[in-house]
């Protein structure tokens, strides 16, 4: 629904922007670090439900896993392969913040945050496509 679109869109958004400018702060203190993966994994958490609602919408199939759904998503030619990657590598990185036993590290933390620009690539991909 249009709503539930927009709602994931606001929140997509808003997660973003705060691990934006958490960044800008010492990510060696752990309560930045722990706010900046966790911003981070509920704006990549949005994308995935955005990519969800983009699949079913275009009926584009059944994707059984996450990776899937931008794959289907790429495939359809709606995103270039660039950003396909891009969603890869978030995808990779969402899986290793919910990991039990790996720590992410401040790199692959600063590497998340500049591939959350491509989510900027998707939200427009919604918007253009309710007109």
């Known amino acids: 629904s249009m709503i ?3 709602s994931t ?9 705060k691990a934006e400018e958490l960044a800008n702060k010492d990510l060696g203190e752990e309560t930045i670090f722990n706010a ?6 509920q704006a990549v ?3 995935i439900e955005l990519g969800e609602l983009i699949v079913s919408e275009k009926k584009l199939g059944f994707p059984a896993k996450y990776r899937e759904i931008f794959e289907l998503i790429f495939r359809a030619k709606l995103i270039e392969k660039e950003t396909f990657e891009s969603f890869k590598r ?3 990185l969402r899986n290793l913040i919910a990991h039990e036993y790996y ?7 600063r590497e998340m945050i500049e591939l959350l620009d491509s989510l900027d690539i998707l939200i427009k991909l919604v918007k253009n496509g309710k007109k």
């Open 4 to 6: 539930r679109t927009a």
């Open 9 to 17: 869109v606001i929140r997509i958004e808003k997660h973003k922007l």
């Open 36 to 41: 900046v993966a966790m911003h981070c994994f």
């Open 45 to 47: 958490n949005g994308a």
């Open 90 to 92: 978030l995808i990779f």
């Open 103 to 109: 720590v992410i590290k401040e790199e692959e933390i």
